[in-house]
Nanobody, 114 residues
Framework: QVQLVESGGGLVQPGGSLRLSCTAS????????MAWYRQGLGNEREWVAR???????YYGDSVKGRFSISRDLAEKTLFLQMNNLTPEDTAVYYC????????WGQGTQVTVSS
């Protein structure tokens, strides 16, 4: 059973930055792709960013230019660097992996507020 464990969420002021981490229980190159999703209160789960096994990255329009997805293969860890955060970025952020079975982490709360 694959496990994805997120960390790095918290409270940050508007304009601030956070880096989320997602550590997998197996080699992350074994996945077809990994991604970050988020779900704000009362909203549907939204795709944020994705990286293919080959390293190609994709971003949702709402985060393009502010967020960056990356990997540390040796540490089996996926990252999401979030800059210039706004209150609209407040959500629970989930790590996702597919092989093609879908796996989800438990989520980490990000709150952007002054």
């Amino acid at each position: 059973q694959v496990q994805l464990v997120e960390s790095g969420g918290g409270l940050v002021q508007p304009g601030g930055s956070l880096r989320l981490s997602c550590t997998a229980s197996r080699d992350i190159l074994s996945f077809n792709a990994m991604a970050w999703y988020r779900q704000g209160l009362g909203n549907e789960r939204e795709w944020v960013a994705r990286v293919s096994s080959g390293g190609t990255t994709y971003y949702g329009d709402s985060v393009k230019g502010r967020f960056s997805i990356s990997r540390d293969l040796a540490e089996k860890t996926l990252f999401l660097q979030m800059n210039n955060l706004t209150p609209e970025d407040t959500a629970v952020y989930y790590c996702f992996a597919e092989d093609p079975t879908n796996y989800w982490g438990q989520g980490t709360q990000v709150t952007v507020s002054s």
